[in-house]
Each structure stands twice: as structure tokens, then as C-alpha cells.
């Protein structure tokens, strides 16, 4: 079946511009999970949802970070008046329930501000 | 201190060769543990859970000492295809992941 999708795949954005980030998760799954990967960093953890809750969002680094589920499905992260330090790739994970269960990646978002 | 602390290599090594990667995690009330493996411009994607009693698969071998807050992985025979990132990873036990830097492999003919 299908993985997780994303889009854009690539976005360059002048600073001081809103973006919005889409991400698909497999069908099904339950949980949802933002990431951001600096260059030459691993990931690191955004914010989760389960279902449309918004359960988690400690990783957010501003209050210029915004992210909805709004049906339970498909997530939009939002970023207001972006600034340099926010080039970086965008990844967006899914998990069916569990705890245990393997989160499935997508190809993410290379964000990058001018 | 990093949550999850790796040595970024890279490693060079070439085709057929043993390398073992390690990792240590700060948290002693992480619940459960994971390698990924990143290729060049992709997403993360498991290689391979990992338990207490070290668990294996083909020519993978992890190691997990909850003592010691220490984690291994071990290739064996390297292919020129194991080149990657290979991504440490620790779980609390709600579902997020806490990924270390990540330790890089290049194996060479």
C-alpha cells in the first residue's frame, strides 16, 4: 500500500514568509509525528498527534510553529515569518497504534530560507 | 548532554570488513531502542529493533546493556550497499522518538 506522503518535496521561501507543510499518513494510522532534521543532525522531535489530538508539542521551538490534524488524517505544519534557522527537512512519521509499532517515515520537505 | 550521544564518524572500511557502531542514551527510563539507517537525501527507515538479550538479523547484530546505558550494532561482511547513516534511537515509552546525530559508514571496493 501506500507510505507516507509529503509536499512539497523541496520549498524555498524568502524570510519573513508563511509556509504550510503537508503530510499524509499511511491509511489508518492513528498516531502522526512531526520531526526537523537539521543538516547533519538527527531528527528531532516536534510535536505528535493521536487522532486529531494534538498530544505533544514540547519540540515546537516558537510560538511561530503551528501544526493541525483537524480530521484525524492529513497534517499541516505551519510556519509563520520564517526565519534562516528554519532551513532544514521537515519529516512527518505515522504509526498504526501501539507504542512498539514501527513508525513509518516520509520522504520529507527540504525547507529552505533565504 | 545529548539525549542520545554517537560517534559521527565516518567510518571507512572496505567491502567485507567487521564495524561495530555505538551508542549511549542518558535517559535510564527509555523503554525500547532502535537502529534506522538513513541514506543520503532520504528519510530514516528501521533496520532493526533491539533487546536486553541481542537479537540478529543476516549480518546485523544489536546489543542493548541497560546497565550501562549502552547500545551496539554490528555489520558483518560490509557491503558497498551498507553505506549510510546509521541512526541511534530510544524511545520513553509514548511512541516519540529521540534519534542521536548519527554515525556514518562508507564502504569502499
Known amino acids: 500500500g501506500a507510505g507516507v506522503s509529503q509536499s512539497p518535496r523541496y520549498k524555498v521561501a524568502k524570510r519573513g514568509q508563511d509556509v504550510a507543510l503537508r503530510c499524509d499518513p499511511i491509511?489508518?494510522?492513528?498516531?502522526l509525528f512531526w520531526y526537523q532534521q537539521a543538516l547533519g543532525q538527527g531528527p528531532e522531535f516536534l510535536t505528535y498527534?493521536?487522532?486529531?489530538?494534538?498530544?505533544?508539542k514540547s519540540g515546537l521551538p516558537s510560538d511561530r510553529f503551528f501544526a493541525e490534524r483537524p480530521e484525524g488524517s492529513v497534517s499541516t505544519l505551519k510556519i509563520q515569518r520564517t526565519q534562516q534557522e528554519d532551513s532544514a527537512v521537515y519529516l512527518c512519521?505515522?504509526?498504526?497504534?501501539?507504542?512498539?509499532?514501527?513508525?513509518?517515515f516520509g520522504p520529507g520537505t527540504r525547507l529552505t530560507v533565504l | 548532554r545529548k539525549e542520545v550521544e554517537q560517534d559521527p564518524g565516518p567510518f571507512n572500511v572496505p567491502e567485507g570488513a567487521t564495524v561495530a557502531f555505538n551508542c549511549t542514551y542518558s535517559?535510564?527510563?527509555?523503554?525500547?531502542f532502535f537502529w534506522y539507517r538513513q541514506d543520503c537525501r532520504k528519510e530514516p527507515k528501521l533496520l532493526m529493533s533491539?533487546?536486553?538479550s541481542g537479537n540478529e538479523d543476516g549480518r546485523f547484530t544489536a546489543q542493548l546493556n541497560r546497565a550501562s546505558q549502552y547500545i551496539s550494532l554490528l555489520i558483518r561482511d560490509s557491503k558497498l550497499s551498507d553505506s549510510a547513516t546509521y541512526l541511534c534511537?530510544?524511545?520513553?515509552?509514548?511512541?516519540?522518538?529521540?534519534f542521536g546525530k548519527g554515525t556514518m559508514l562508507l564502504v569502499s571496493p
Open positions: 512519521a505515522s504509526i498504526l497504534s501501539g507504542r512498539s509499532d514501527t513508525q513509518y
Open positions: 491509511s489508518g494510522h492513528v498516531s
Open positions: 498527534f493521536q487522532n486529531e489530538a494534538q498530544l505533544d
Open positions: 535517559n535510564s527510563a527509555s523503554q525500547s
Open positions: 533491539v533487546y536486553s
Open positions: 534511537v530510544v524511545n520513553k515509552g509514548y511512541s516519540t522518538l529521540t
